[in-house]
């Protein structure tokens, strides 16, 4: 049994590794930012205050090998490609040297060695480098788009696509050999083996060449859904859609579709299989994986939802927000009106009304931004079962309207719960 940590435990490839080297009896510890309480031996580490090899010896004390899928798209607030790719890596490398912890493999992205069109591979760039330049048994796997049973990022956003009535054409995108998440563990496992060559890079990749509206249409085929209409989007419609996502992203959410994503998806994500084949390594097709992997409910879900999500939060963080601005506004006559007939009078009144729009505003920022998003949909179903049954007590006749505010709050209730729901990316 070898103890190991993989970094980046909690992402797509992180926690099918975490998993798989579980079941085999090692001793595993996965190390992210968001480790959060689901499992004991679960470390929370952030690359981005990794600004010195001590920072890490604490957290590899009888640690005998390490996996690296710590990743991060794009520059924010919170994250740094630099620190995540180059900066925080290469201390965690220092650290392995000074420990003598010989075996480590790193995974980087396809093609960073033949073109690096943003900063997310530049970076990655810089940390490969950064590894091979230590005295160490390293593997640098440079995997191209990765699909499995579970769903992030690229692989989610492509769900989402093949769930629409009429399938989107992205201009100017490369193309993708998909390569089966599956695969991805198998060959982690084959360099964890202690016989396992080292000083190597190879490039993970599948048997087959798919544009990307080829892949999402596969995947549509799979959740047995009749062909879609293609619909060639503009370049200045994809354009748009980038920028925005760039917007969001302001919010603390991880929308797939960014700046990064339209510089990378133009270079496509392709590769030489010869390295996984010369170690005895078949990745199996994507056709060959839904075969084999029937859609459930569960998936077909999944897809539909995908899209729906950020249209929700976009939906009640703007009614909360609006309701605000409209109670301060045009509805100043009404709400005062209501608190008079409810008993509350003059001062009293206005200041309740202004404390409502104020409530309601707060919930719409915070619902709108990603880190108390969680927060803001608890308080958005409080204040609303507050609102119901404080008008319940001073204004009971509301009841008798059909078009008033008592029997709209349920339908907005239900829907703060269904954001709930969905609001976990992984």
Same mark, same amino acid.
């Given at each position: 049994m070898v103890k190991i940590a993989v970094i980046g435990g909690t992402g797509l490839l992180g926690s099918a590794i975490v998993a798989d080297l579980s079941s085999r009896g090692h001793s595993v510890i996965s190390m992210s930012r968001r480790a959060g309480v689901a499992s004991p031996a679960a470390i929370s580490v952030d690359l981005n205050k990794a600004t010195s090899p001590s920072y890490w010896l604490p957290y590899l004390d009888g640690v005998e090998a390490v996996v690296n899928c710590a990743g991060v798209l794009q520059d924010s607030s919170k994250e740094s490609t630099s620190m995540v790719h180059h900066h925080g890596i290469a201390n965690l490398f220092a650290a392995c040297e000074q420990l003598k912890i010989r075996r480590i493999i790193h995974f980087s992205a396809i093609g960073v060695d033949r073109e690096t069109p943003s900063a997310f591979s530049e970076t990655k760039l810089s940390g490969d !480098?950064?590894? +091979? @330049?230590?005295?160490?048994?390293?593997?640098?796997?440079?995997? /191209?788009v990765v699909i499995g049973r579970a769903a992030y990022g690229a692989s989610a956003l492509m769900r989402g696509l093949a769930a629409l009535p009429a399938l989107p054409v992205m201009p100017n995108t490369g193309q993708l050999q998909i390569v089966l998440l599956e695969d991805v563990v198998r060959t982690v496992k084959y360099f964890l083996d202690p016989g396992a060559p080292t000083r190597k890079i190879v490039e993970l990749v599948g048997p087959d060449r798919y544009?990307?509206?080829?892949?999402v249409a596969l995947i549509r085929r799979w959740c047995r859904w009749?062909?879609?209409?293609?619909?060639?989007?503009?370049?200045l419609a994809s354009g748009v859609m980038y !920028?925005?996502?760039? +917007?969001?992203?302001?919010l603390g959410w991880r929308p797939p579709v960014r700046s990064t994503a339209e510089r990378e998806i133009r270079r496509g994500a392709v590769g030489n299989r010869e390295d996984m084949k010369r170690l005895g390594l078949h990745p199996k097709g994507l056709p060959e994986f839904f075969a084999s992997?029937?859609?459930? =409910?569960? @998936?077909?879900?999944?897809?539909?939802?995908?899209?729906? !999500?950020?249209?929700?939060f976009v939906v009640l963080s703007l009614f909360w927000i609006s309701t605000a601005f409209v109670s301060l506004g045009p509805?100043?006559?009404?709400?005062?009106?209501?608190?008079?007939?409810?008993?509350?009078?003059g001062m009293s009144a206005a200041l309740t009304v202004v404390a409502g729009a104020?409530?309601?505003?707060?919930?719409?920022?915070?619902?709108?931004?990603?880190?108390?998003?969680?927060?803001?949909?608890?308080?958005?179903?409080?204040? /609303?079962?507050?609102?119901?049954?404080?008008?319940?007590?001073? =204004?009971?006749?509301l009841w008798a309207d059909p078009l008033g505010p008592m029997l709209k709050i349920w339908p907005i209730i239900v829907l703060h719960f269904v954001a709930l729901a969905v609001l976990d990316d992984r």
């Open positions: !480098k950064a590894l +091979m @330049e230590r005295d160490l048994d390293w593997i640098i796997l440079r995997p /191209s544009s990307f509206l080829e892949v009749s062909p879609a209409r293609e619909v060639h989007l503009p370049n !920028k925005i996502g760039d +917007m969001i992203s302001l992997e029937p859609a459930s =409910v569960q @998936e077909r879900w999944f897809a539909r939802m995908y899209l729906l !999500k950020p249209a929700i509805g100043w006559g009404y709400g005062v009106g209501l608190m008079r007939e409810g008993g509350v009078e104020l409530a309601d505003l707060a919930i719409g920022l915070a619902i709108a931004y990603r880190p108390t998003s969680r927060y803001g949909l608890y308080a958005a179903i409080a204040i /609303s079962i507050a609102y119901a049954v404080i008008g319940t007590i001073l =204004v009971p006749r």
